[in-house]
C-alpha cells in the first residue's frame, strides 16, 4: 500500500485520517513522505494549469494567447514525466522496503508514538 500512495496520493491522505494503530514507524514515515509528495506535486500541477489563464488576463493578442497555451502544455507534458518517473522511482523503492528521504520533504520531529 505504502508504494501506491507515491502514485496515488489520496491513499497517503487517507492514511493520514485515519491511521492505522498497528502500523510501523517505517510504514508512517513512508505514508508521510508519499503524503507530501503528492501534496507538492498537486500543488505545482494546479499552478502549472493556472498560470497561463491569469497571463491572458494581461495579453490581448490572440496569436500570443494561442502560443502561451502551447508552451504551457508542453510545460505541463514535462511537469507530468518528472512527477511520473519520480513517483514511479519512490514507490519502487517504498516496494522493496527501503528507508529514504524525499529531497524537499521536511524532517520528522517526532510522531505520536515518539518512535520517528
Known amino acids: ?53 491569469l497571463v491572458t488576463f494581461f495579453v490581448t493578442n490572440l496569436l500570443a494567447t494561442i502560443w502561451l497555451y502551447g508552451f504551457a502544455m508542453l510545460l505541463d507534458v514535462a511537469l507530468f514525466v518528472i512527477w511520473l518517473v519520480l513517483a514511479l522511482r519512490y514507490s519502487r523503492r517504498a516496494a522493496d522496503g527501503e528507508l529514504f528521504d524525499v529531497p524537499w520533504v521536511p524532517k520528522p520531529r517526532g510522531s505520536r508514538s515518539g518512535k520517528l
Open 1 to 53: 500500500m505504502v508504494s501506491l500512495a507515491y502514485l496515488a496520493w489520496p491513499v497517503a491522505l487517507y492514511d493520514w485520517i485515519a491511521p492505522r494503530k498497528e502500523a510501523s514507524s517505517w510504514y508512517r514515515f513512508s505514508m508521510r513522505q508519499a503524503l507530501w509528495f503528492g501534496n507538492v506535486f498537486a500543488a505545482g500541477a494546479l499552478l502549472a494549469l493556472l498560470w497561463p489563464m
